[in-house]
């Protein structure tokens, strides 16, 4: 696993970032945040929620940016 969170987003990246690369990235800010490598039992359901509701807004933002310049695959 990555010990940073890496930009997801084109050219950064030069294929399409995916579910688990967003995921990825979203435990990874949680785990900064909240200073827990892994959740206690009795933190883990909203840690997990946690994780679960950054990759969908992280999903959001990448599938919202308008990089100029870019041609976008079809």
Known sequence: MCRSIK???PPALPEEATEEDMRAAALQYVRKVSGFRAPAAHNREVFDRA???ITAATMELLDGLEIRGASRGA
Do not use: G, I, S
Request: glycine content about 0%; hydrophobic content about 35%; charged content about 50%.
């Open 7 to 9: 930009t997801l987003r």
């Open 51 to 53: 994780v679960d509701e």
